[in-house]
């Protein structure tokens, strides 16, 4: 059985710092491009970051690069979201996903509020 089990979230205070976590199991993670993705309410879903099954390249969106840092660990099956210098407009579900020719796995969610 396929699982993405985010976790993480919470409430921080603008400038502050959190760290999210997403297991995966029931498929091999190695072999899947993983991605982080949030949605606020009342807007769409938007990619966040993400890291290469090969070579571990990374990239980001516009509004988070230099605060927020994607990495994974396969022996762990693990991949992370550390997230600096919070804002308030940082405030959203955040969603992991893995990617792959043969299809596509999604998380639950955890919820990040920054307060301001």
């Known amino acids: 059985q396929v699982q993405l089990v985010e976790s993480g979230g919470g409430l921080v205070q603008s400038g502050g710092s959190l760290r999210l976590f997403c297991v995966a199991s029931?498929?091999?993670?190695?072999?899947?491009?993983m991605s982080w993705y949030r949605q606020a309410p009342g807007k769409e879903r938007e990619l966040v970051a993400i890291?290469?099954?090969?070579?571990?390249?990374?990239n980001y969106a516009d509004s988070v690069k230099g605060r927020f840092t994607i990495s994974r660990d396969n022996a762990k099956n693990t991949v992370y979201l550390q997230m600096n210098s919070l804002k308030p407009e940082d405030t959203a579900v955040y969603y992991c996903n893995a990617v792959r020719w043969s299809g596509a796995y999604w998380g639950q969610g955890t919820q990040v509020t920054v307060s301001s």
């Open positions: 890291i290469s099954s090969t070579n571990g390249d990374t």
């Open positions: 029931g498929f091999t993670f190695s072999s899947y491009r």
